[in-house]
């Protein structure tokens, strides 16, 4: 299982990004899906999460601004956010963990929000 991220890039505050995670393989058999940021110098940390009984989880911080969604038929996870905040600037990672033990990450996108 592959996984490749898209649709970074710089935006102001305020501003709307989506972004894409493309999966080699089919993500049918993946249990979990999730987003994750690392800013400058902070740990990775959860922004969103969709398991494959599409319940989804969000970070405090991003409800009610972002969404994240799977489509199993295009093997993709997308995460569409909005009302960027300049805190939120930072490396968003897929991950996708299948049969509930095996982990795969992306490469990262970067997100810049500036203010």
């Known amino acids: 299982v592959q996984l490749v991220e898209s649709g970074g890039g710089s935006v102001q505050a305020g501003g709307s990004l989506r972004l894409s995670c493309a999966v080699s393989?089919?993500?049918?058999?993946?249990?979990?899906m999730g987003w994750y940021r690392q800013a400058p110098g902070k740990q990775r940390e959860l922004v969103a999460s969709?398991?494959?009984?599409?319940?989804?989880f969000y970070a405090d911080s991003v409800k009610g601004r972002f969404t994240i969604s799977r489509d199993n038929a295009k093997n993709t996870v997308a995460l569409q956010m909005n009302s960027l905040e300049p805190e939120e600037t930072g490396v968003y990672y897929c991950?996708?963990?299948?049969?509930?033990?095996?982990?795969?990450w992306g490469q990262g996108t970067q997100v810049t929000v500036s203010s």
């Open positions: 991950r996708a963990q299948v049969d509930y033990a095996y982990n795969y």
């Open positions: 969709i398991r494959s009984g599409r319940s989804t």
């Open positions: 393989g089919t993500i049918g058999n993946a249990n979990y």
